[in-house]
């Protein structure tokens, strides 16, 4: 059994991806060939933002969004620990300092109490200026928008949504990729729309910001190729990864309901034996990511063990959160507590989790998880 088996996938579209991939063998522009502003303009439409700027990476998309939105030295950016280092990573990058704040006990996504708690902090502490905040869509599910774009208003910060996990997902009927004043995304390929590679983008409404950002994915371009108006990246996404998004994209919707599927069967299987992901009221997730918290380290130890032994593959999203990396730990700013985060980080694990699930394989999971429970107790 594959964590996400992308073989599987490959099967449902080959013949056109093959198709799609030659044609661009044929036309030979690998860079900002046509599929590249075919597939931006497909995502914008999807998303419902205005412009969309593609990119060589997930990472990349966020670094490029923060120096767009003119983070330097000083700036506060507050992200959740319990996310990929990406998320903190590139505010480092980007010149900022990041400044952690904690994660809800049920969604595991940012929890706007602690971050009202940390703006306060940094403000009374002085020294790093407020910034903005990066919010970031866990394992699929939107983060709380409507109350961290609130708390950004009340406090001038801009608000920038990691989405590389949360394509896909939704509140009501705003599609993930469309909160704050610039969100991201990443096409690696085991995110809920993978590319053949690395790949990302960058979505926004102002007009302003897409200049920019379109500029600093090209080295600081400005009239032209030589006139370099700014410091830049070289950061494009690859036109053969992009004729294989246009291909994905059109199975998208189909693969986002049949995750939903798989994940709905997960949680009818397994609610009664231990805590199943909690998607808040109105919000959907692309389930990027199913994801059980155990009652114990122990527990977890035990569950992950007997699924190993059976075959099944898991995997733990974050054993480290960042603050406590070796990259951060010495020098992490974090003016709250992170009880919740470091608390989570030792009991959540996720299950195999893609489109191509069959219930026999959910069914078997699900059994060795009740048996590794029950052998217990
Ligand atoms: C994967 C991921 C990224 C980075 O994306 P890459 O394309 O791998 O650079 C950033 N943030 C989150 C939350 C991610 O899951």
Avoid at 190 to 211: Q, R, V
Wanted: net charge negative; hydrophobic share 40%; aromatic share 10%.
């Amino acid at each position: 059994m594959q964590f996400i088996d992308l073989h599987r996938q490959y099967e449902q579209f080959q013949d056109m991806m093959r198709q799609r991939i030659d044609n661009v063998l044929q036309h030979k522009q690998f860079i900002q060939g046509p599929e590249v502003s075919e597939l931006e303009r497909r995502l914008a439409a999807y998303t419902g933002r205005r412009y969309v700027k593609s990119c060589a990476s997930g990472t990349d998309a966020l670094t490029i969004s923060l120096m767009a939105l003119g983070v330097k030295q000083g700036d506060a950016v507050f992200v959740p620990s319990f996310t990929f280092f990406a998320s903190a990573e590139s505010i480092v990058l980007a010149g900022g300092t990041p400044v952690f704040v904690d994660c809800r006990e049920d969604s595991f996504n940012m929890s706007p109490d602690s971050l009202q708690e940390a703006i306060t902090g940094i403000k009374k502490a002085g020294g790093l200026k407020p910034k903005g905040i990066i919010a970031v869509d866990l394992f699929g599910q939107p983060a709380e928008y409507g109350r961290i774009c609130a708390i950004a208003r009340e406090n001038s910060l801009f608000v920038l949504e990691d989405g590389a996990q949360g394509f896909g997902g939704a509140i009501g009927a705003q599609k993930a990729c469309s909160f704050g004043d610039i969100s991201t995304t990443s096409f690696y390929p085991a995110k809920p729309l993978g590319c053949y590679g690395d790949g990302g983008a960058i979505f926004t409404d102002s007009e302003e910001l897409a200049e920019v950002i379109d500029s600093i994915r090209n080295h600081g371009q400005g009239q032209n190729k030589y006139d370099n108006i700014r410091i830049g990246l070289n950061s494009r996404l690859d036109t053969i990864q992009a004729a294989v998004l246009l291909v994905k994209l059109d199975f998208f919707e189909r693969e986002l309901a049949l995750r939903a599927q798989a994940a709905q069967g997960y949680t009818e299987q397994l609610k009664d034996l231990i805590e199943v992901p909690v998607v808040l009221d109105g919000y959907s997730s692309s389930w990027a990511q199913y994801t059980l918290k155990a009652k114990s380290f122990d527990e977890r130890k035990r569950i992950l063990q007997a699924l190993n032994q059976n075959g099944i593959p898991t995997a733990v999203f974050y054993p480290t959160p960042i603050h406590n990396t070796a990259a951060f730990k010495d020098h992490a700013i974090l003016p709250q507590s992170l009880a919740v985060t470091e608390d989570i980080s030792k009991k959540v694990f996720s299950l195999p989790m893609h489109p191509y699930l069959s219930e026999d394989e959910i069914r078997r999971i699900c059994s060795i998880i009740r048996a590794s429970i029950d052998s217990k107790n």
